[in-house]
């Protein structure tokens, strides 16, 4: 069935460290992969998104890289700060042939330490 | 995203009751969707509409119910058939009802179970 796979479900890291984190998708016609923030009781805020006619993108500290061949793609944040805590959500969307909708990871909380 | 407002912000529930969640945007969007977050659980789609007047059951519909008569409104009921309704109900919405376009979210309503 329709499923993303997300890991880890946490990861602590100092200040000024990198953080990866990694989804995969099950649907190969899957052709649009966002990144959602959120932090303690706030809504989830779309950070960085990366469509499949490209294998890397990068906003400043963050970039997510696309293996469509593996089906997988991941989540970089370089010099983490402490303000970069939060639960970091991926999904992939179904195209038609199911129904049109986006599929979440069930989350990675994330921890800086300063 | 102050586009899209979710009201009330805390909802409590009794016994055998229907509660309505309201959902507005001003985003002139035409798709909106309602997602339920659990602990560990991610988003998990519960109704979504590509267009006015028009709604698709999600992956957890049972217990639900929806309405989409204007564009700019798409409020969730939860009906006393949902008998674990106790979750944060996030709202989103997008430019369009294909599902690779951005999803933008309100700042959800907290439901809980007197």
């Known amino acids: 069935g329709e499923n993303v796979e997300q890991h880890p479900s946490t990861l602590s890291v100092q200040e000024g460290d990198s953080a990866v984190i990694k989804c995969t998708y099950s649907?190969?016609?899957?052709?649009?992969f966002p990144w959602y923030k959120q932090e303690l009781g706030k809504r989830p805020q779309l950070i960085i998104d990366?469509?499949?006619?490209?294998g890397e993108k990068k906003d400043q500290r963050i970039a997510v890289t696309l293996n469509k061949t593996a089906k997988h793609f991941s989540l970089h944040i370089t010099e983490t700060q402490p303000e970069d805590s939060a639960v970091y959500f991926c999904?992939?969307?179904?195209?038609?042939?199911?129904?049109?909708?986006?599929?979440f990871g069930k989350g990675t909380k994330l921890t800086v330490n300063p | 995203d102050g586009g899209i407002t979710q009201s009330p912000k805390y909802l409590f529930r009794k016994e055998g009751q229907n509660v309505t969640l309201s959902c507005e945007q001003n985003?002139?969007?035409?798709?909106m969707y309602w997602y339920r977050q659990d602990p560990g659980q991610g988003l998990r789609l519960i109704y979504y509409?590509?267009?006015?007047?028009?709604?698709q059951k999600g992956d957890i519909a049972e217990g639900y119910s929806v309405s989409r008569e204007k564009k700019e409104s798409f409020p969730l009921t939860v009906t006393s058939a949902q008998k674990n309704p106790t979750a944060f109900y996030l709202c989103?919405?997008?430019?369009?009802?294909?599902?690779?376009?951005?999803?933008?979210f309100g700042d959800g309503t907290r439901l809980s179970i007197l």
């Open positions: 989103a919405s997008s430019i369009s009802g294909t599902s690779n376009q951005p999803q933008h």
């Open positions: 649907d190969s016609a899957s052709n649009y």
């Open positions: 990366i469509r499949s006619n490209v």
């Open positions: 999904a992939a969307n179904i195209v038609p042939g199911g129904s049109e909708k986006l599929v």
């Open positions: 985003l002139n969007h035409d798709a």
């Open positions: 509409s590509q267009i006015v007047n028009d709604f």
